[in-house]
Structure formats: C-alpha cells, structure tokens
C-alpha cells in the first residue's frame, strides 16, 4: 500500500496551507494585505489580532521582552505594543509566533523526526537573528524584511517534518542511511523539492519579495539577499556537529566582508546574537529549541565556553531533607517553608536540573510557578504559566487522577495524546516528572521536574526518590492543614 499520494510541488503547496498550516497561512495573508494596503491604520491591526487570545499573550510576553522592550513601563495592552513597536516587529512577532505553534502542534511525530524538526526550527530561527545582525545598519523595515524571510526560507521542509506520520519517517530513515545526493531521494519520494515548496509557499502566501527573491533567484548579489543566504548559511554550519573550527572561521570572513568589520567583532556579534536568540527563544515559550540553540553557541565561544555544572544526585541531602520536613510538619511550620525544603531536596538530593512549584489559582484555570530552582539562568517562571482551560491536558489528568507521572519523551506513546504544543513547549523532550500536590485528598498544584539543561536521562531511582519527597510534603501538608 502506498503510504501516500500528494506529489508534486502544488499539491505539497495546497495541502500545506489547507490541511497542516491553516493558521499561519492566515496570518501572513493578513499581515501581508495589511501591509499593502495604504488605507489600514496601526488600530486596524491592533483589532485584528485581539480576536486571538494566544496570540495575544505572546505578543505582549515578547514586548516586554529583552530584545523588544522600549522602556521601563510594562506593555498591558496589544494597542500599546502596537504603538510602541510599529507594524513592521508586530509583523515579525505574529509570524513567528505562529509559525512556531503551526509545526510543533502534530502529535504524531516519531522522535527521531521530532529532533530533525527541532533542528531545522532552531535553525531558521537563529538565522532570522543573524540576518538582522548583518544588516544592523540598514534600516528597521528592511531588517524586519530579511529577519522573515531569513526565519521562513525553509517553511516547506519544516511544514513537511512537522506533519509526521509514515511519509516523514521513511524519508528520514532514507536520508540517514544515504551517502549519495540527499535532493535526488527527496525529489523521487516527493516529487518535487523543498526549495521549490518553500518558493511555491511564498509566492501563494504574498510574502515579501525579499523572500520570494531570495527562493527564486539566490544569485542575485544584493546585500540584503546575501544577508539571508550567509544567514542561513552560517546557522546551518554552527548546528552541524561536523563542522570544522576552519570552516566557521571562513565563514566569518565572508561575514566580516559582508559587514565591513573585522573577524574579531564579527565574531563577538555573532555570540552575541546566538545569546539573544536563545533568551528570545524561552519569550516566545519555544523552551524544547534550547539543546539545539545552545549547540550553535558552542562553537563560538572557544577558550571562553563554560560548563554547565551538573546536579548528581547526593543521598546525604536526601536524608537529611527528608528529617527536615519531618521536624517542620510537627512544628506547624509555614506551607511555603515546607515546598520550599521539599523542591530543595528534589533539586539539589535527588539531582534535577530544573524543578518547580505550581500552584492552582483561586479560578483553578491556571497553574502559576510559586518556587522554581534551575541550573541555568532564564525566565523559567514566566514561562510555566499553564493554561488548564484548553481541554484535556497531562496537566489537567494529573491534577484530577492525582497520580505521579513519569512522561518518558515526548513522543511517549502512553501520554503521547496528553502532550499539547503548549506543553512540550514549556517541557523537557527527553522527560519529566510530574506529581500532584495534595491536602485532605484536594490537589493544590503540581511538582515538575528534569534535567533539561544537561540532557541526563531520567532513572527508576530517581522516579521513586522524586516520589517519596512528594509524598512526604503532601503529608506533612496534610498534617499541618489538620492542625496536628
């Protein structure tokens, strides 16, 4: 039997924007009309996205970012981000929001084209970092222009991997085992190839002629054109772990040429951006890209590369953690003390590399980080706000099962249906734990916990440790709660 049937680039084209990518198809027509259109006032805009309510958060979560805040003051309101950032990063911010909720939404990804995925994403999106980085003295619409086009150069292999399925892992098994042109085996089972879907996309979606020209015709020589393809070029290189220190250090030279500034500087700029496009990363709550962005930052960094120190698990602090929580239940001690000494233990004994508290709010529609420990620095608390208000999810199933879970990956088969896009944004691919927090048998929140930031697999014993700290603060909660 065959295990598909579209063939060819317009049919790879239709099915994209009707079938898998609806919502970002939208999106980009509507932005780019908007952009057209000389009669379509910045409120106009502000109107059409607030019908959106995910959208929405996200945008206001990246004005205020790092990378796009203006000012002390913290943007509330999407007219107020609309005035104080312009059409051209509203633009850039829907898109890419978007477009990362369009190819990480499919459930029905096997992991080893769930990792290429993830590859490519992070990818194009430190390539849209770069390509602004190279044009830093153009101006702001046109660095906004190469910054979409540089993030949407490989839509259609992105929109292919993202849809899963029979079709995915056959040709990803194919172009693992090959060594002969990897074009020729993506022509023959798709019968086109991914520049041209990409090309085709662009042209059916009314994007931007930097983008349209920059698939179309890549030897055309203008700045802004090669901003993209060295864009490209260079993130591609850096998240390639066959890559040579010679070969980066060509490419930023070519880069140096491009910018007119020496290699020393080039280099320091693009560390910097890779840093950047990293924190931006964690804004748009696209956490499961860090493994990939942090590998581009590697090679950056030579003699200055630090090492992320690594959390072994420690019976010592186990045990004694363990007496704490036990004398503080008997003292009545404060229930913030108590999930305070409880996440320490889990963190530092049991030897997670991040792990937090979530607490239900009064409505119940939301869990809200109280107390968060991590190895790496980032807005980890601002990123673990879940919704619990979307349908059934694996945090929705643990609150009312009140049963610890050990989610395996992402693909796990047993949770697999559970494990939202939002989820496995904000989750760890390789694993976590989760556990109910429970007084006189009424869930409160959540204990998350994994190892992220060093990519340690999760073992049986620390499931079971991570278990009995769990099951300790509920009783000493209880017991508190009681008045005993």
């Not at 939208?26 to 959208?55: C, F, P, W, Y």
């Not at 203008?222 to 772990?241: D, G, K, R, Y």
């Not at 490419?251 to 040429?257: C, H, I, R, Y």
Request: net charge neutral.
């Amino acid at each position: 039997m065959a295990i598909q049937t579209t063939r060819g680039t317009d049919a790879w084209i239709e099915r994209i924007s009707v079938q898998e990518m609806p919502a970002l198809c939208a999106t980009v027509r509507m932005l780019e009309k908007m952009a057209q259109d000389d009669n379509m006032s910045l409120a106009d805009l502000g109107k059409s996205i607030l019908h959106d309510n995910g959208l929405t958060t996200r945008i206001l979560r990246v004005a205020n970012s790092v990378t796009y805040s203006r000012g002390s003051n913290q943007v509330t309101t999407i007219s107020r981000a609309v005035v104080l950032l312009g059409f051209n990063a509203l633009k850039q911010i829907c898109i890419t929001a978007k477009l990362v909720d369009s190819l990480l939404k499919s459930h029905d990804i096997s992991q080893p084209v769930y990792e290429r995925l993830l590859r490519l994403i992070a990818q194009s999106f430190h390539a849209a970092m770069l390509a602004r980085m190279i044009l830093a003295d153009y101006d702001e619409a046109t660095r906004e222009e190469a910054y979409i086009a540089a993030l949407l150069h490989n839509l259609g292999e992105s929109a292919f991997w993202s849809m899963g399925g029979p079709i995915t892992e056959q040709l990803d098994q194919k172009l693992r085992q090959t060594q002969s042109d990897s074009n020729e085996i993506i022509r023959e089972m798709l019968g086109t190839s991914f520049m041209k879907i990409s090309a085709g996309l662009a042209s059916s979606w009314n994007m931007g002629s930097m983008l349209q020209l920059s698939l179309k015709d890549p030897e055309r020589r203008t700045p802004e054109l090669q901003a993209i393809a060295e864009a490209n070029t260079f993130s591609a290189l850096l998240l390639n772990p066959k890559t040579t220190p010679v070969q980066i250090e060509q490419e930023l030279n070519v880069l140096g040429k491009l910018m007119k500034l020496d290699v020393k500087e080039v280099k320091q700029r693009a560390k910097n951006c890779a840093e950047e496009t990293i924190k931006l990363a964690y804004t748009y709550g696209a956490l499961m890209l860090s493994p990939y962005l942090d590998a581009s930052l590697a090679p950056l960094l030579t003699s200055e590369k630090t090492v992320i120190p690594v959390n072994e698990p420690d019976d010592a602090i186990q045990l004694k953690t363990l007496r704490e929580l036990t004398a503080l239940a008997h003292e009545k001690a404060d229930i913030n003390l108590i999930m305070q000494k409880s996440l320490h233990g889990i963190y530092a004994g049991v030897g997670m590399d991040r792990v937090l508290v979530l607490l239900l709010n009064r409505e119940k529609t939301h869990l809200q980080p109280r107390f968060a420990s991590s190895l790496e620095e980032g807005p980890l608390k601002e990123i673990f706000i879940v919704d619990l208000t979307g349908g059934r999810s694996i945090f929705n199933h643990c609150i009312q099962s009140q049963e610890t879970l050990w989610i395996k990956s992402h693909t796990d088969p047993r949770w697999n249906h559970l494990l939202s896009a939002a989820t496995k944004a904000i989750s760890c691919a390789r694993g976590f734990f989760l556990s109910p927090i429970v007084i006189d048998k009424q869930s409160i929140g959540l204990f998350y916990a994994d190892r992220a930031a060093s990519g340690r697999e999760l073992e049986s014993e620390d499931y079971f440790n991570f278990i009995h700290f769990v099951q300790q603060t509920n009783l000493c909660l209880t017991n508190i709660m009681r008045g005993k």
